[in-house]
């Protein structure tokens, strides 16, 4: 199975700053298959990427995500109070679909 | 909006099947897939299987021994079987809906908490 890595497992930042999460694949991802989500303490995730950069519809365009082949990163521009959760990279280029550890950002 | 609502028994003793159903709303199962993701407390996120829109199940090989993934249509439900469990299958569980053409998840239930112990 394809096994993601998202280091380091938590960030610290300030709202307003810029956020770099990394997604490292332990092998090549098929057509870019890689999504992003966003879990909130006792929530379920939320769907912010899919397709490696395609955000979805009425995610807010501070997220972008990017990458190719086994490195992908989601980017938020400048963080808003709520965007401090933890972020799970998935792929689903091949079963079984496997998700990233999570990288959580705390202020 | 669709909507999911997982529902089942919250505690299971070892060695004993957890059961859960996911009840569907404002969607019909039978138009899309529907998968089961869990999360232990505190740790990441596993795919479990999936059921397709005409019925058929694939699972993760880590649990293919163990787990069964079924559906009533009649009560537009979804529903997982996971037998033998142990503390390690201690964890929330998620059902989902499986973006047609691909295996990413756009709508996800609240999750059901189950805690494996005597």
């Known amino acids: 199975e394809i096994v993601l890595t998202q280091s380091p497992g938590t960030m610290s930042f300030s709202p307003g700053d810029r956020a770099t999460l990394s997604c490292r694949a332990s092998?090549?991802?098929?057509?870019?298959?890689v999504a992003w989500y966003q879990q909130k303490p006792g929530q379920a995730p939320r769907l912010l990427i899919y397709?490696?950069?395609i955000r979805r519809t009425g995610i807010p365009d501070r997220f972008s995500g990017s990458g190719s082949g086994t490195d992908f990163t989601l980017t938020i521009s400048r963080l808003e109070p709520e965007d401090f959760a933890v972020y799970y990279c998935?792929?689903?280029?091949?079963?079984?679909?496997?998700f990233g550890q999570g990288t959580k950002l705390e202020l | 909006q669709v909507h999911l609502q997982e529902s089942g028994p919250g505690l299971v003793k070892p060695s004993e099947t957890l059961s859960l159903d996911c009840t569907v709303s404002?969607?019909?199962?039978?138009?899309?897939?529907w998968s089961w993701i869990r999360q232990p407390p505190g740790k990441g996120l596993e795919w479990m299987g999936y059921?397709?829109?005409?019925?058929?199940?694939k699972y993760n090989p880590s649990l293919e021994s163990r787990v069964t993934i079924s559906r009533d249509t009649s009560k537009n439900q979804v529903s997982l079987k996971l037998n033998s469990v142990t503390s390690a299958d201690t964890a929330m569980y998620f059902c989902?809906?499986?973006?047609?053409?691909?295996?990413?998840?756009?709508?996800w239930g609240q999750g059901a908490l189950v805690t494996v112990s005597s």
């Open positions: 989902a809906r499986v973006v047609k053409g691909y295996s990413f998840f756009d709508f």
């Open positions: 404002d969607v019909s199962i039978s138009s899309f897939y």
């Open positions: 092998q090549t991802v098929r057509t870019n298959y």
């Open positions: 397709e490696a950069s």
């Open positions: 059921i397709s829109d005409g019925g058929n199940s």
């Open positions: 998935q792929q689903y280029g091949r079963s079984p679909e496997t």
